[in-house]
């Protein structure tokens, strides 16, 4: 592979995307399948359907390399993206561009990045601690393999599906 080529935002964006959903079915062995939206302009960038019980969840994802000499990554998120759109979620990311693996995530309920973030003019910054013990407020929400993503998201599947008068 060639180190003079960088990858564009938007490529690093569809790479972490693709490993993401990818890291859903598999976590989840085939009960998760995640459909991409034709257009990016809402703030979701997956919707993940639970194959056993029809359960739709969408979820924003963001994505950052993380950069050695520091224990933190922040995390943006636009304003008009966290309005009270119900049971979404983000999805940060950390991407190992050498293994083409993701090192860590954080799935965070939009309903709680304004307790756990910074608020600037426009945006929204998270910056979660990367160590693995970090006793930080997004440890929490961290999960650290596919199939403690996929456990989670079943689990906010699981708490946002409303029962059926049938049940």
């Given at each position: 592979m060639t180190n003079n080529l960088d990858l564009s935002t938007v490529q690093k964006g569809k790479v972490t995307e693709a490993l993401v959903a990818s890291m859903?079915?598999?976590?989840s062995i085939g009960r998760l399948s995640p459909f991409v939206?034709?257009?990016?302009?809402?703030?979701?960038?997956?919707?993940?359907?639970?194959?056993?019980?029809q359960g739709k969840l969408p979820i924003q994802i963001k994505s950052r390399i993380a950069n050695p000499a520091r224990n933190t990554?922040?995390?943006?998120?636009?304003?008009?993206?966290?309005?009270?759109l119900g049971n979404r979620?983000?999805?940060?990311?950390?991407?190992?561009?050498?293994?083409?693996?993701?090192?860590?995530?954080w799935l965070i309920p939009m309903s709680r990045i304004r307790d756990l973030s910074q608020e600037k003019r426009d945006k929204y910054t998270l910056s979660p601690n990367?160590?693995?013990?970090?006793?930080?407020?997004?440890?929490?929400?961290r999960v650290n393999t596919a199939v403690d993503?996929?456990?989670?998201?079943?689990?906010?599947?699981?708490e946002n599906t409303p029962r059926s008068q049938f049940d």
């Open positions: 859903l079915v598999l976590g939206p034709i257009s990016d302009d809402c703030g979701i960038d997956l919707i993940v359907l639970d194959k056993q019980t990554v922040q995390f943006n998120i636009r304003k008009a993206s966290v309005g009270e979620l983000l999805l940060c990311v950390l991407f190992d561009p050498e293994t083409i693996a993701l090192t860590a995530s990367i160590l693995v013990g970090s006793r930080d407020r997004y440890q929490s929400f993503l996929a456990n989670a998201v079943l689990h906010a599947l699981a």
